[in-house]
């Protein structure tokens, strides 16, 4: 079985503009559209770049538009396209090569949001334990792989780059959620901001595009209820 | 040298997605239409001849139609919130989640109990 698959090109130090390229790719059931590009680049074109590495949806690398639709790579097949399969770069993202976007955006907001516990243990040299009630609040979010495919998925991230977006609200409501944390004050002030939490409109297409389920919609808009509460309490302290 | 393609303004009907999002959001329309409606009937209470003309404006088959649109249009925004809410607002009792399902249940049968409550109150009995 042969598929024909697009690839929107984008050589800058050849063509000022993207093309589209046809490729006829060999299949079957097990042929990933991962494994549909890389046998383009080793067998048809050895200039067609992409990014990708395990192959098993952890990294995170390998998001591009098929058919119009943030996936990842690895984890969607050539099998599930009767027609033909257009390959774009990841939408909303600056695209420097072929299928290569620049993260930077998405890398701002999430350092921004401050993705890691803070706290100031009691006991340095002791393990911090946690219940697996208390895991569970939080371990739904904490799946997120920093892909992107969320970003390429949010029309209001097209629309307004300097929304922190749907990945990062969630590792910052995932870290909020964390009974080991005592980071909330710090992030607060960030989602707070109409850039934070309030651009979002939940068009809830971010949850549909999630590889790993994580419901970044859900999250933001829990972070939503957050924020409100945060920000009555900081009226009622005269902090506003 | 990098390019960023821009959003079209025509983004929200590539997809079946963007294309149902925009409805939910469009529910407003008919819904304002309405509110306006009842607003111009609380302002005609100051007078008969207002009250009398504005029941004749609320008689005519476009208005209806519009309402009955409003209807509609607030079923489908429910059916759409009611959905949303067990995502936003998790309810957790000791251990355990409540089931999304439980909570769309739950507020269907408020609304229902609140429709039954109007109809029995306004309308004469059910």
Redesign the interface.
Known sequence: MHKEIQIKR?L??EHA??FWQTFRVPYDETTSVLGALNYIKEELDSTVSFRWSCRMAICGSCGYMVN??PKLGCKDFVRNYPAALRIEPL??????RDLMV?MDEFLQHLEAVKPYLIAEPSEPHKPHRQT??QL??YKQFANCINCGLCYAAC?QF??NPEFVGPGAIALAHRYNLDSRDQGKAKRMPVLNTHDGVWSC?????CS?VCPKGV?P??AV??G??ESAKSMLIQMFRGGA | MAYKPNLQRTWWLQHRFFRAYMLREATVLPLVFLLCSLLAGVYSLTSADAFIAWQGFMAKPWVIVIHTLALLASFYHALTFFQLFPRVMPIRLGDKSVPAVVMIAAQWSGTLTVIALFLWLFGGGL
Request: cysteine-free; aromatic content about 12%.
């Open positions: 984008y800058p130090e503009e993207p119009g639709i939408a909303h993202f600056t695209v420097e620049a697996p009630a569970a609040k029309p097209g629309l409109t939940f068009v809830g297409f549909d419901d919609a859900a808009n829990q939503k209820v």
